[in-house]
């Protein structure tokens, strides 16, 4: 198989414990290419899944042949599926294919044991992508820095982005006009986003509680931005965490802390 295809003899991870689909299309006797019966079946699998991604493809045999015949035979089948998939539907590019030849527990009816099958997400499951795998993603640093639209390119599902330059009059939810212009910028990044869902979360400094619930209010006040600008109310959720994470110990030991501390940051809750 050209020539990214893997094959590894490998414990079969338990996929099915998870959220992907199976399918799978089934080879007569010795031959590793499908019927016109199951190649029409694999047409209509692949019309129906362009938007999927393939994790793997497994191989396997039934008991008839030799042991070294069955390991190249379900090789065979394996490279045919990904032949036809290939360039249809999206595949992981580091995925793996196993093939078992008689190595796996069987079915008494021996033509279930002919076949290759595919593990897949659909579109609606990809964010589940690296969970299904068992992958740890690594955290991505963000520069500082970036414009606001950068860091959402960055960013991924749970990640927290503070909004620069959101400021309020004090102790009110009321936005400082030198707020505009980065309120506009969230404004943009949820225009060009429609799939982005964040949640807004507001934080104060200063006290040792928010009595008045005034960092909720914060947050409500950027979405009430938001939604006045066309944004659906759906896309955007409120919090206040009042003062109970705060980056610096309250009381703080200068302004340039509490600036720190009152804050808002967005969470990135769906992309």
């Avoid at 069955?70 to 995925?95: A, H, M, P, Y």
Wanted: glycine share 4%; net charge neutral; aromatic share 10%.
């Amino acid at each position: 198989m050209k020539k990214q295809v893997l094959y590894i003899f490998l414990v079969l991870i338990n996929l099915s414990a998870f959220a992907q689909d199976t399918t799978s299309f089934y080879f007569e006797s010795g031959r590793y290419r499908l019927s016109d019966k199951e190649s029409d079946r694999l047409t209509e699998w692949i019309k129906a899944n362009e938007t999927s991604k393939i994790l793997a493809i497994h191989g396997f045999t039934d008991e008839v042949g030799t042991s070294e015949s069955n390991d190249t035979l379900s090789n065979n089948r394996v490279e045919f599926i990904f032949n036809q998939v290939n360039g249809k539907v999206k595949i992981r590019e580091d995925f793996k294919t196993i093939s078992f030849g008689e190595n796996f527990k069987r079915d008494k009816d021996q033509a279930k044991n002919r076949r290759a099958s595919i593990f897949y997400l659909q579109e609606k499951d990809l964010d589940k992508e690296n969970e299904v795998l068992g992958i740890e993603e690594a955290e991505i640093e963000i520069p500082e820095d970036l414009p606001l639209h950068e860091k959402i390119k960055l960013a991924k599902v749970g990640t927290k982005i503070k909004l620069k330059n959101i400021n309020f009059f004090q102790n009110t939810f009321q936005t400082t006009p030198e707020s505009q212009k980065a309120l506009y910028d969230l404004l943009f990044v949820m225009q060009n986003n429609p799939t982005l869902k964040i949640q807004i979360q507001g934080h104060i400094c200063c006290v040792d509680w928010d009595r008045r619930h005034l960092s909720l209010d914060r947050a409500k006040q950027v979405r009430r931005f938001l939604q006045w600008k066309g944004i659906p109310m759906g896309r955007v959720s409120v919090t206040g965490f009042g003062t109970t994470k705060p980056l610096y110990p309250i009381p703080e030991d200068n302004e340039e802390q509490a600036a720190a501390n009152r804050r808002v940051e967005i969470e990135i809750l769906s992309k």
